[in-house]
């Protein structure tokens, strides 16, 4: 057999079986999940906060050693529109459907940074492309995405608030249950952190907000699990951002017009007031 034939059906197997286990190219190191405050551009925060680690956080010798876990710190951002950790967990409804069902209007829900080795935003449809496949029939989103290394992120950074502040808020039972099938369904070799999702413009929205993150926070911390939870809405990150005009889209006439999605300088506030919680809890779920 000549040398080009066993070439050729060496490049055909591997094929198969990237085909078969749905093999993500370009494995990211760290992977950022989140809604749509990733896409609307804290991803890319996230992707400059993590290039930037080792100059942001106080290192030491122990530090040092725990960071080459995270290989090169290839860093890659999803954030899924109108999403949740009940989301990501769910295998049927409307809250799985947030993922999974297409768009009717633009035909793309996420937005997406750092996959396939591209370092600029791209806009997406979750279940559409190589990178993408996370609506596996009968499983879900997180069991597709870890399933048989198709994801297999060193470091998992989980962002969400908004889309679970009510449920969170009113029935703290139900922050207990996402956190538990969370854990079940992120491998246990994979280091995980949960940080709430950015203040936004109006006060009373933020102050529901507030109290879903104290719900979930407390559940992770009771979980003693590998996810340790940053509570980053806090009264110094609510009060540098919270009814900032300049830190959200506007209309011509300087008002508000989206006051749900703070802007890439409001998210470079929101890392740099929790920098130190932040660097902590990394190096904490590295170890």
């Keep these: 057999m000549t040398t080009k034939i066993v070439s050729f059906l060496n490049a055909a197997l591997v094929s198969v079986l990237m085909l078969g286990g749905h093999s993500a190219s370009a494995q990211p190191d760290i992977l950022v999940l989140g809604d749509s405050q990733i896409s609307f551009g804290a991803g890319k925060e996230y992707v400059r906060f993590f290039a930037e680690l080792p100059n942001r956080c106080e290192m030491t010798q122990k530090r040092t050693k725990l960071l080459e876990k995270l290989g090169t710190r290839q860093t890659a951002a999803i954030g899924v529109r109108s999403t949740s950790l009940q989301s990501w967990t769910s295998t049927s409804g409307p809250t799985r459907?947030?993922?999974?069902?297409?768009?009717?209007?633009?035909?793309?829900?996420?937005?997406?940074?750092?996959?396939?080795?591209?370092?600029?935003?791209?806009?997406?449809?979750?279940?559409?492309?190589?990178?993408?496949?996370?609506?596996?029939?009968?499983?879900?989103?997180?069991e597709s995405m870890f399933a048989d290394g198709y994801y297999d992120p060193d470091l998992l950074i989980l962002t969400f608030l908004g889309n679970s502040a009510d449920r969170w808020a009113n029935l703290p039972d139900a922050a207990e249950e996402d956190v538990r099938r969370t854990l079940a369904q992120v491998p246990e070799d994979t280091a995980c952190i949960y940080i709430s999702s950015a203040p936004v413009y109006l006060k009373k929205t933020n102050d529901k907000r507030m109290k879903a993150q104290t719900a979930i926070a407390r559940a992770f911390d009771r979980a003693d699990a590998q996810c340790i939870a940053v509570e980053g809405f806090n009264a110094k990150t609510r009060a540098a951002i919270e009814g900032k005009p300049k830190f959200f889209r506007r209309n011509d006439a300087g008002r508000v017009k989206d006051p749900h999605h703070p802007s890439n300088a409001a998210i470079r506030q929101f890392l740099k007031i929790n920098t130190t919680e932040f660097c902590d809890a990394i190096f904490s779920a590295l170890e």
């Design 97 to 142: 459907g947030a993922i999974c069902d297409v768009d009717k209007k633009y035909g793309v829900n996420a937005g997406a940074y750092g996959i396939d080795g591209n370092p600029d935003r791209v806009f997406i449809q979750i279940g559409k492309g190589k990178s993408y496949q996370f609506c596996k029939p009968k499983q879900t989103a997180f």
